[in-house]
């Protein structure tokens, strides 16, 4: 039972280019949400998915889409990265609207 | 859901309990008090939750006021694996509303032989 998975670990990007961080749950969690954390700073919610083909913006969504691809996988796409979408991303799942279970993190740079 | 206030950081010394205030003053009556923490830079760990009752786990007690404006957590014997930053949230359980709650700042606890 692996929980959240997170793929890359770690990600160098240059202005522009484009790249998904992708997200796995294997614990049949219906909710599924990813985070965006700054330097110092708490998280903060860029897109939720409250269940399989439903999505909804968090309070950071600009500059991101996202694809609930199934039960278990949801990822994040940047669709022309900036130097301000610098920071760690965090995916987590629950079930229903319980406590979230957190992956290890996407250490994104842009340069 | 609600806004949370903790304080920035807080020292306790090993061996002794920690205990970590929360003012959630403009909660409401169908919202529930989480704590998470988040040791160096790992993703974050759910430690407990509660409604109005107080609540014990294996790793911490929730202590909620009567009028749910505020909590704290307890850690009762504290070790140095504990120093974290420790986040209060509190959202509501059963609509999608829930997915837009957030996690504040935090408080960074330390943890000193």
């Known amino acids: 039972n692996a929980g959240v998975t997170q793929t890359p670990k770690f990600q160098v990007l240059k202005t522009g280019q484009s790249m998904t961080l992708q997200c796995a749950q294997d614990?049949?969690?219906?909710?599924m949400y990813w985070y965006r954390q700054d330097p110092g700073m708490g998280l903060r919610l860029i897109y939720y998915?409250?269940?399989?083909?439903?999505?909804d913006k968090g309070e950071v969504p600009n500059g991101y889409n996202v694809s609930r691809l199934n039960k278990r996988e949801f990822s994040l796409r940047l669709e022309s990265a900036a130097p301000s979408q610098t920071s760690v991303y965090f995916c987590?799942?629950?079930?229903?609207?319980?406590?979230?279970?957190f992956g290890p993190g996407t250490r994104l740079t842009v340069l | 859901d609600a806004k949370t206030t903790q304080p920035p950081s807080m020292d306790c010394a090993e061996g002794r309990a920690a205990n970590l205030p929360c003012n959630h003053s403009?909660?409401?009556?169908?919202?529930?008090v989480y704590w998470y923490r988040q040791i160096h830079s790992q993703g974050p760990q759910y430690i407990i939750h509660?409604?109005?009752n107080n609540e014990t786990n294996e790793m911490a007690s929730l202590i909620i006021t009567e009028d749910r404006k505020s909590s704290t957590l307890i850690l009762p014997h504290a070790t140095l694996r504990d120093t974290a930053v420790y986040y209060c949230?509190?959202?509501?359980?059963?609509?999608?509303?829930?997915?837009?709650?957030?996690f504040g700042d935090g408080t960074t606890l330390t943890v000193k032989p």
């Open positions: 987590a799942s629950s079930w229903e609207y319980n406590e979230q279970f």
């Open positions: 614990m049949n969690h219906n909710s």
């Open positions: 998915s409250a269940s399989e083909g439903t999505t």
């Open positions: 403009t909660i409401s009556g169908n919202e529930y």
């Open positions: 509660g409604l109005k």
């Open positions: 949230i509190v959202r509501v359980s059963y609509n999608t509303n829930a997915g837009k709650s957030t």
